[in-house]
């Protein structure tokens, strides 16, 4: 029988992308790098994951076919995410101490402290929160923060950046010039405050930072605008779906009490959580020269499909054991924030909110889900309500916990 926790994580997956992740599937069981016609070489395979993420020479995140040329009519050409070589090198360098740990979790507890105030609030007075709705605020509001932007609510952040990534499907290769336009009208007013920001270049803010580290206006405001698309929606969907899966494998009460020795435990769940969950379901590359990917033959130009979710999968479902820390972590490497010279130059940001946000919940004594439901048809799979509440009551309430429709 599959555990609780498998099934409505499932739910989630399939509500999403209910033939896309059967599709991965089934081309994954034919071998771990497979040509599909109309898609490209579809890699399922976490080790053959990481040599072409690590060999960026070989697979780029530029030209045609790849994520990087998928952004650059909306972001500009020096984004991070859609650079390779020096110039990406160079970049890269120079904002390497915008996201230490120590830095990232400072600026999460400072800015989240009156977002999560109310949430626990509302936990105190026995009241339910939707997790949904408050990680989309918080993060939301932590991207304001970096950005300057002080005069926009952590919601309306985040509903500027979502709009945005619903115009995106795994299939897409590139956006129409209509959608373009509509990107850059809905990023404008935040890009003004950007800019605004970095003129002011108050000590401190990540524009001044840019600033400081010698980018030009132009390339800040590109980062600011790429910070805005990648920094949000991962993280507001993954917060209520590791909640819920801790949750439905029972491992709250023991988390809550390793928070008070040394958060260890806490830590190891994140992770073994975050690789079933996979933020980002797929990666794109661009092969720039031929050679073989497993059995697999790769000519110049050819678009590779890294699907994440399959390969973060291989490890298996869920396992309690690795959550707890009482057996090794699947992946220590952390597969879903890529590898090589592209690995995610804002995980720490991302744990942070993560960390802040989950350790708020389980101090304040959440311990039960009473209504969820899945989101469906969305780029990155989501509940579209998770609400949780604090101390258990009799069991005949069990029926408030809905099933998705």
Known sequence: MKRREHVWERRVQLAAHPFAYPFIAAVARRGPAVRVPGVGIVVGDPELARQVLLDHEG??????????????????????????????????????????????????????????????????????????????????????????VTDAAGAEVFERGERIVRMVGLRTRELTPRQVARAKAVLAGLVTAAGEAYDRAEPGSMMA???????????????AAAFLLTGTETVATTVPRIFAIWHDAGLLPTLRADLEEDGAAFDAAIDEAMRVIT???????????????????????????????????AAGPFDPGAASGRCPAHDPKRLWFGAGPHYCIGAPLALAEIRVLLQALLTAGADRVVRRRVKRRVLIPTYARLEVAAHREPSNHATLEVAAS
Not at 69 to 86: F, Y
Not at 209 to 223: N, P
């Open 59 to 148: 697979f780029r995140k530029d030209g045609p076919g790849s994520s990087g040329a998928l952004w650059t009519p909306v972001l500009g050409p020096s984004v991070l995410l859609n650079m390779e070589g020096e110039e990406h090198r160079s970049l890269r360098t120079a904002l390497t101490g915008l996201f230490t740990r120590a830095q990232a979790t400072e600026l999460c507890t400072r800015v989240l402290g009156p977002v999560l105030d109310e949430a626990t609030d509302r936990l105190d007075a026995g009241e339910a929160v939707d997790l949904v709705a408050l990680t989309r605020t918080a993060a939301g509001t932590v991207i304001g923060e970096l950005l300057g």
């Open 209 to 223: 930072r840019l600033r400081g580290h010698g980018l030009d206006r132009e390339q800040a405001l590109g980062l």
């Open 279 to 313: 933020p980002s379901p797929a990666m794109l590359r661009r092969a720039a020269r031929p050679g073989r990917l497993g059995a697999t033959r790769v000519r110049e130009g050819d678009r590779v499909v890294i699907a994440t979710a399959r390969c973060d999968a």
